[in-house]
T-cell receptor, first 117, second 111 residues
Framework: AQKITQTQPGMFVQEKEAVTLDCTYD???????LFWYKQPSSGEMIFLIY??????QNATEGRYSLNFQKARKSANLVISASQLGDSAMYFC??????????????FGQGTRLTINP | DAGITQSPRHKVTETGTPVTLRCHQT?????MYWYRQDPGHGLRLIHY???????DKGEVSDGYSVSRSKTEDFLLTLESATSSQTSVYFC??????????FGPGTRLTVT
């Protein structure tokens, strides 16, 4: 079974600093994908970034980048130049293939990030 | 905006009563999902659908049933609500090869 581990329950960072949120995963599937979602205090789940297991380069989306280290089975999220609005819960997730092309997401427990002014 | 809504957004109900949550999408995506979110567990899959009348169980499906009679609607039913089903429920749709977008969530409290 696939598993996602986020070992940092909470992190506190000064505004404008870069921050790395850790995510390790476990799977026996050769083809998989990793996601990061942001959940602000308002509760919605916001898709941030996706990395496929066969992608040659690390994914980037604006200030977000995914540091993908396949041999270590890690998929850390890096946020550059943090902003107060980045304060939220962050979830790492992995897709697991199901029937008829459906894909389940397996989530970690999340990391609560707080940006201090 | 992936065009996904959930109703109701908040509900308080009593133990033993039936409850139905609705997920509606406007873009005819094939795959739809129901997750629940509880403290310390992240999100966990309840049921999913891969087409009209085609559904299957997720990892926490006990006590829940689903129906999808048309592409745009995916219903989650708690036949007899229990306090352990107090949670936030998210519907999701798959909008691309791998991307899942989530609805705004429904906060359900069972007293």
């Amino acid at each position: 079974a696939q598993k996602i581990t986020q070992t940092q329950p909470g992190m506190f960072v000064q505004e404008k600093e870069a921050v790395t949120l850790d995510c390790t995963y476990d799977t026996s599937d050769p083809s998989y994908g990793l996601f990061w979602y942001k959940q602000p205090s308002s509760g919605e789940m916001i898709f941030l970034i996706y990395q496929g297991s066969y992608d040659q380069q690390n994914a980037t989306e604006g200030r977000y980048s995914l540091n993908f280290q396949k041999a270590r089975k890690s998929a850390n999220l890096v946020i550059s130049a943090s902003q107060l609005g980045d304060s939220a819960m962050y979830f790492c997730a992995m897709r697991e293939n199901r029937n008829q092309g459906a894909q389940k997401l397996v989530f970690g427990q999340g990391t609560r990030l707080t940006i201090n002014p | 905006d992936a065009g996904i809504t959930q109703s109701p957004r908040h509900k308080v109900t009593e133990t033993g009563t039936p409850v139905t949550l609705r997920c509606h999408q406007t873009e005819n995506h094939r795959y739809m999902y129901w997750y629940r979110q509880d403290p310390g567990h992240g999100l966990r899959l309840i049921h999913y659908s891969y087409g009209v009348k085609d559904t299957d169980k997720g990892e926490v499906s006990d006590g829940y049933s689903v129906s999808r009679s048309k592409t745009e609607d995916f219903l989650l039913t708690l036949e007899s609500a229990t306090s352990s089903q107090t949670s936030v429920y998210f519907c999701a749709i798959r909008v691309a090869a791998y991307e899942q977008y989530f609805g705004p969530g429904t906060r359900l409290t069972v007293t």
